[in-house]
């Protein structure tokens, strides 16, 4: 895994204003484990993950956390970017208009009224399908905007 990777759940926990010590005690797992997540010698199990990001208010770590260590997950979850509030809104807010405006919702659903996507209306539908992804990643980024731990540089 990348080495800012690792950091994420000390940058998190950090951010948070905990030390590895309040941290432990209420993730309820050892001062050990902590640094040994912090350190990238362990991957913590994804329920500790669950609990950081709620402890730390940082949705963006269990995204991460995912991102990096489940297969599957990265493979269906668009890759999510840091982003401003602002930045992620505008985003937003443009890929929606930009559906709405190509009638690509009224489109979809002459594609599904047969509950087929025949060999002629798979390019279509495949397209649609994208430009839903690109409005589904937008609004991860929104909803993880602003997180410090989750910011680059």
């Given at each position: 895994?990348p080495?800012d990777?690792?950091?994420?759940?000390?940058?998190?926990?950090?951010?948070?204003?905990?030390?590895?010590?309040?941290?432990?005690?209420?993730?309820?797992?050892?001062?050990?484990s902590?640094?040994?997540?912090?350190t990238?010698?362990?991957?913590?199990?994804?329920?500790?993950?669950r609990?950081?990001?709620?402890?730390?208010?940082a949705?963006?770590?269990?995204?991460?956390?995912?991102?990096?260590?489940?297969?599957l997950?990265?493979?269906?979850?668009?890759?999510?970017?840091?982003?401003?509030?602002?930045?992620a809104?505008?985003?937003?807010?443009?890929?929606?208009?930009?559906?709405?405006?190509?009638?690509?919702?009224?489109?979809?659903?002459?594609i599904?009224?047969?509950?087929?996507?025949?060999?002629?209306?798979?390019?279509?539908?495949?397209?649609?399908?994208?430009?839903l992804?690109?409005?589904?990643?937008?609004?991860?980024?929104?909803?993880?905007?602003?997180?410090?731990c989750?910011?680059?540089?």
């Open positions: 895994m080495g990777y690792r950091n994420i759940y000390k940058t998190c926990r950090t951010a948070a204003g905990l030390t590895q010590e309040a941290a432990a005690e209420r993730l309820g797992v050892s001062v050990e902590v640094r040994a997540y912090e990238g010698q362990r991957i913590p199990p994804t329920h500790v993950v609990q950081m990001a709620v402890l730390y208010n949705v963006y770590l269990g995204l991460q956390h995912l991102q990096e260590t489940d297969d997950y990265s493979s269906v979850v668009p890759e999510i970017r840091p982003k401003s509030v602002l930045e809104s505008a985003k937003l807010t443009n890929r929606i208009f930009a559906f709405a405006e190509s009638h690509a919702d009224r489109r979809l659903l002459r599904a009224e047969d509950n087929v996507i025949d060999a002629g209306e798979r390019a279509e539908f495949d397209a649609i399908m994208e430009d992804q690109e409005i589904v990643e937008a609004a991860l980024e929104l909803r993880c905007a602003n997180q410090i989750g910011k680059e540089g």
